[in-house]
C-alpha cells in the first residue's frame, strides 16, 4: 500500500504531524505482531498523523510471536496488541495471547486481532478462551476506523491501569496498615506479656480470652489451660462472688468501669488481697455493642498488713498489746452515748499496780515491764470479748464492762484483784507478787464519759488510801 493513498484525516486533537513533532510527550507504544511487513507500514502510515492526549503513537514490530515475546520483555507496558494469528503455526497468534494472559499474567494489554480474510469473525470461543479484546479486518482499517479502534482500547487500557493502581495503592496501604497493627498487637501483647500485675480478658460472655504471665503464675497454669472457660467453671467456690458480680455490672452495660477489692487464695493457699480494676471493652464497629472485660489485679496484700499494722499501731499499747489510751476513750465515748441513749448499763473499772515504782527501783524496767505484761495476760483472761481492757499510761489501767451494772463489776473487779495477786513473776532468786487497787463506778446520772471516769477514779484513790490491794466501790452520786 502506498502511504499517498491514505486519507489525510483530521481526528487528532492536536491535527497535523508538525505539530505532533513538536510535543514533547512520549508518544503512545503500539505493538504491531504480523509476519506481513506491508501491514506494519500501513499501521504506521495510518497512525502517523494522529494522536491522543497530546501523544502520538510509536508501532513496535514483531514479525513472528516469539519476535514478539521479546520484545514483550523490554516494553512490559505496551498497551495494545494488534495481533494476526497465522504466522509461524496456524495459531502462533492465538498461543501468544495464552502466553500474555497466563504465563506473564498481563490482563490489561488490549489485544486486537486482525483477520486478513474479509468477513471472517473469530470464533466466540476464540473471544473467550484467548481472553481476545477485539477483531477487526486488514482490509477494513481505514485511518478513522484505526484510531477509533486504537483509541477505544487505549481509554480501556487507561480505565484497567487506573484500577489496577488503585488496587496496588490500596493493597499496600492495607499491607501497611495489617504490618502496623501486628506490629501494635504484638507489641501490645509483649507489653501486657511483661506486667509483673496479672491482666486478664474475657469476652461478653465472661469467658477468658487472654491472660498474661503474671496471671498464669498466680493460678500456675498454661498459657490455654483456662481458655474459653468461665471464672466459675475454673475456680468454683474459691472464686470471690464480687467477680461474677462487676463481669455481669459491666457486660450489662450499667457501668463502664469499676474497682475493688477482694481476697483469693494464690496456688501456695496463701490468702492475697487484690486490688481489681476493669474496663469494658466495647466494639469498633461504631455500634456500641460489647465485646468484653478486660481486668488488672494489683497484689495489695503487703499494703493489707501494713495498713492493719498502722491501725493496729494507734490503737494497741505496744509494750503489752492492751488497748492505748486514746483508743479507749474514744470506744468508751460511743459506749457512753449508747448507755445514755438505750439505757443500758455500763461500768468502769480503773485498775492501777501497787508500788510499781518499787519494782522498777528495785528489779529493773525489763523486769517492770514483764509485769505490765503478764497483769494484761491476767486481767484478759478474766474479761469478756466486748469488755474494753485498755492501757492509759504507766502501771494504771482501765477496763469498761457494757451492759454491766453494779454488782456484776464489784464481782469482776474482786476476780481480777485475786487473780493478779496469784500471779507470779520468776526473777533471780525467787518469785515476783504484785496486788493491784481497783475503783468501780456504774453509770448514773452522767451524761458524759468524763464524769464516769472521774468518779472511779475517786474509788480508785480511796482504795489506795484505804491499805491498796482491794475494791472500793464510788458511791452513786445524788440526783
Avoid at 466459675?232 to 459491666?250: F, K, Q, S
Avoid at 453494779?406 to 525467787?430: I, K, N, Q, W, Y
Wanted: proline share 4%; aromatic share 6%; net charge negative.
Amino acid at each position: 500500500m502506498d502511504e499517498s493513498s491514505v486519507p489525510k484525516q483530521r481526528l487528532s486533537l492536536r491535527g497535523a504531524r508538525t505539530e505532533k513533532a513538536e510535543s514533547a510527550e512520549v508518544p503512545w507504544p503500539v505493538l504491531v505482531v504480523d509476519d506481513d511487513p506491508q501491514v506494519h507500514t500501513m499501521t504506521r502510515v495510518l497512525l502517523r498523523d494522529f494522536d491522543f492526549q497530546g501523544r502520538s503513537f510509536e508501532v513496535l514490530s514483531a514479525y513472528s510471536a516469539a519476535d514478539a515475546r521479546e520484545l514483550l520483555a523490554t516494553h512490559p507496558d505496551v498497551p495494545i496488541m494488534l495481533l494476526d494469528v497465522v504466522m509461524e503455526t496456524d495459531i502462533a497468534g492465538l498461543e501468544l495471547a495464552r502466553y500474555i494472559r497466563e504465563t506473564l499474567g498481563n490482563l490489561s494489554l488490549r489485544i486486537i486481532l486482525r483477520t486478513g480474510q474479509p468477513g471472517e469473525a473469530p470464533e466466540r470461543r476464540v473471544m473467550l478462551d484467548y481472553d481476545i479484546n477485539d477483531y477487526r479486518s486488514k482490509t477494513e482499517l481505514t485511518a478513522q476506523k484505526m484510531f477509533t479502534a486504537v483509541v477505544s482500547a487505549l481509554r480501556s487500557w487507561q480505565h484497567i491501569t487506573t484500577i489496577e493502581r488503585l488496587n496496588t495503592t490500596l493493597e499496600t496501604r492495607v499491607a501497611e496498615r495489617t504490618a502496623e497493627f501486628e506490629e501494635a498487637r504484638a507489641f501490645a501483647e509483649s507489653l501486657v506479656e511483661l506486667l509483673p500485675s496479672p491482666v486478664w480478658y474475657k469476652d461478653e460472655h465472661g469467658r477468658y480470652r487472654l491472660y498474661n504471665r503474671a496471671f498464669r503464675e498466680f493460678f500456675d497454669i498454661g498459657p490455654t489451660c483456662w481458655h474459653g472457660c468461665t471464672g466459675t467453671e475454673v475456680l468454683g467456690e474459691r472464686l470471690p462472688a464480687e467477680e461474677n458480680d462487676t463481669d455481669d455490672m459491666l457486660l450489662s452495660g450499667r457501668a463502664e468501669r469499676m474497682s475493688y477489692e477482694m481476697a483469693l487464695p494464690d496456688i501456695t493457699g496463701m490468702a492475697r488481697s487484690l486490688m481489681v480494676s476493669k474496663s469494658l471493652v466495647r466494639r469498633g464497629d461504631g455500634g456500641g455493642g460489647v465485646r468484653g472485660v478486660v481486668a488488672v489485679a494489683t497484689d495489695i496484700t503487703e499494703r493489707k498488713g501494713l495498713e492493719r499494722e498502722l491501725r493496729r499501731l494507734a490503737t494497741v499499747d505496744p509494750l503489752t498489746g492492751a488497748f492505748n489510751r486514746r483508743y479507749f476513750l474514744s470506744a468508751a465515748s460511743q459506749e457512753m452515748e449508747r448507755a445514755v441513749r438505750y439505757g443500758g448499763s455500763l461500768s468502769l473499772l480503773m485498775i492501777d499496780i501497787d508500788h510499781f515504782k518499787r519494782v522498777n527501783d528495785r528489779f529493773g524496767h525489763a523486769l517492770g515491764d514483764e509485769v505490765l505484761r503478764k497483769t494484761v495476760e491476767v486481767c484478759r483472761a478474766n474479761l469478756r470479748e466486748v469488755d474494753i481492757f485498755a492501757r492509759l499510761g504507766g502501771e494504771e489501767f482501765a477496763a469498761l464492762l457494757p451492759q454491766t451494772a453494779s454488782a456484776g463489776a464489784l464481782g469482776l473487779a474482786e476476780r481480777l484483784r485475786r487473780a493478779v495477786a496469784e500471779m507470779v513473776v520468776p526473777l533471780a532468786g525467787g518469785d515476783l507478787r504484785v496486788t493491784v487497787s481497783v475503783g468501780v463506778a456504774e453509770r448514773s446520772v452522767e451524761t458524759t464519759f468524763e464524769h464516769l471516769m472521774s468518779r472511779a477514779d475517786q474509788a480508785l484513790y480511796a482504795a489506795k488510801e484505804t491499805g491498796r490491794n482491794r475494791v472500793e466501790m464510788a458511791p452513786v452520786p445524788a440526783a
